[in-house]
């Protein structure tokens, strides 16, 4: 069956008749991988098989050769994905972000304008267009470039109206899919992927409003990571690369002090340190950085100052002055790729998840089959199942994942598997709890059983996700 993957090099055909995908470079075994200059205490080859171990038990993702580097979500995953995104997009509304959707590619021209073309593109998917409506043999095979992130996208949107300083600053986010073209022999789990998604958020500010948006996002970070209980990470300033770089050496200098002084500022001038030569070509960046259990440091957040696009783009804004400025642009992102963030967590709560947070929150466990009609009944109360199927469902809606384990196996037999399955909560109804209505209701990590009626178990599931428990 793997025969019928396309040889190294070979253009790869989508089900559309004007569209090629190909690699922009070819990769030999030789081929120089991009790493971190931060040396990890062990190859993190452990923490990989043991992510994967639990993605497989649990039915997290898959992977897949026809598609290397880009994991499918399976639906528990999916449901992690979800609440992680959905839990975000609460927290950067919360900070006035407004979302957008931009397109997956772009014409060459605008990668050539934003630098990508020219300091980026062994790392970028490129898409030909096979257009036989065009008229002039130069353009009868336009190219394109999927996106390895959003920011030249985002500024085509602030460039496309007139602004003024009352606006500032505007941020935008975007969750679109991003590609990039990691050599295969790097590919590992959800930690190195070629297609993956973030939540990538650009801010178009002055000068003077840098520090305090800058402040800003240190201090979401530091909220949302307390939530998942990462209550110790790395922070590196990375600093201009040697030699792919845009842009002034005054200002690299000025964007280097400023990120300096706000860490100082914010989280004391010992709890950072320098990457010299890690940063984006554009500009220099504060990253993030999370360790697994086995050592290995991964990348996450990333906050990012950039005076080179909005330059490049020729973007402006009108001032108090009435004279016309450039704005200053701060790429960041809280959670990182969402798949290496999923991985770290998986490796954090080791299968364990958070109630809030967990793709199997409950399971109904009838003791024998004439209990099962009422278990049904009660897993669609507790999940907040609709079968109504005449009326639209309430957007306001909220939803339990609960399930019904009605296999003809001891009640033992059931609890132990839906423990080792990770279920936050085991309820067994029968005889008893019919009568009185009321649940007999046990976590997996406590076995005392208590008697609750359904609002009662409805009450104490809301509790959990509005704490994050």
């Not at 999927?146 to 505007?170: A, D, T």
């Not at 086995?294 to 009435?322: C, M």
Request: proline fraction near 4%; include cysteine.
């Amino acid at each position: 069956m793997l025969s019928r993957l396309p040889r190294l090099g070979q253009s790869i055909r989508v089900r559309h008749p004007d569209i090629t995908l190909i690699p922009l470079t070819r990769l030999y075994s030789g081929t120089r991988v991009r790493q971190s200059k931060v040396s990890p205490i062990s190859n993190g080859q452990s923490s990989t098989n043991a992510n994967q171990s639990i993605a497989t038990k649990q039915r997290l993702y898959m992977l897949d050769p026809y598609s290397p580097g880009s994991p499918f979500f399976l639906p528990n995953g999916t449901r992690i994905i979800n609440k992680l995104i959905k839990f975000m997009k609460l927290q950067q509304s919360k900070q006035d972000f407004t979302e957008v959707i931009t397109p997956l590619i772009f014409k060459k021209d605008l990668w050539e304008i934003s630098g990508h073309w020219q300091n980026y593109k062994e790392d970028m998917f490129k898409v030909e267009s096979n257009d036989k409506s065009k008229l002039l043999e130069e353009e009868l095979n336009d190219i394109y470039g999927l996106k390895p992130m959003n920011c030249p996208g985002h500024c085509l949107v602030f460039g496309r109206f007139v602004r003024s300083y009352r606006e500032l600053p505007i941020r935008l986010s975007d969750w679109s899919s991003l590609h990039r073209n990691e050599a295969s022999g790097a590919l590992t789990g959800l930690t190195r992927v070629r297609r993956f998604h973030q939540d990538d958020g650009h801010i178009f500010c002055t000068r003077g409003q840098i520090g305090e948006e800058i402040a800003k996002t240190l201090k979401l970070i530091k909220i949302c990571y307390g939530v998942f209980g990462f209550d110790k990470y790395r922070m590196v300033l990375s600093t201009r690369p040697s030699e792919k770089y845009m842009g002034k050496l005054e200002e690299w200098d000025l964007a280097e002090k400023q990120l300096a002084g706000v860490l100082d500022d914010t989280v004391g001038s010992k709890k950072w340190s320098i990457n010299e030569g890690d940063g984006a070509f554009y500009g220099p960046k504060i990253d993030i950085t999370l360790t697994d259990k086995f050592g290995k440091e991964h990348q996450v957040a990333t906050i990012q100052l950039d005076f080179q696009l909005p330059q490049r783009f020729d973007l402006k804004y009108q001032s108090e002055n009435d004279t016309l400025e450039t704005p200053i642009m701060i790429h960041r992102a809280i959670l990182g790729s969402v798949e290496r963030f999923m991985a770290m967590l998986i490796d954090h709560y080791e299968g364990k998840w958070p109630f809030w947070l967990s793709p199997r929150q409950a399971v109904v466990i009838p003791i024998n089959s004439s209990h099962v009609e009422y278990a049904e009944k009660l897993q669609l109360k507790l999940s907040n199942e609709s079968h109504d199927f005449e009326n639209a469902t309430k957007l306001s809606d909220e939803h339990f994942y609960v399930d019904v384990d009605s296999r003809n196996e001891t009640v033992g037999f059931r609890t132990k598997d839906a423990i080792a399955k990770g279920y936050n909560y085991i309820i067994m109804v029968g005889d008893k709890e019919m009568e009185s209505n009321k649940l007999a209701i046990r976590s997996r990590n406590d076995r005392k059983v208590e008697q609750l009626t359904a609002e009662e178990v409805l009450a104490k599931f809301r509790q959990l996700e509005e704490t994050y428990q």
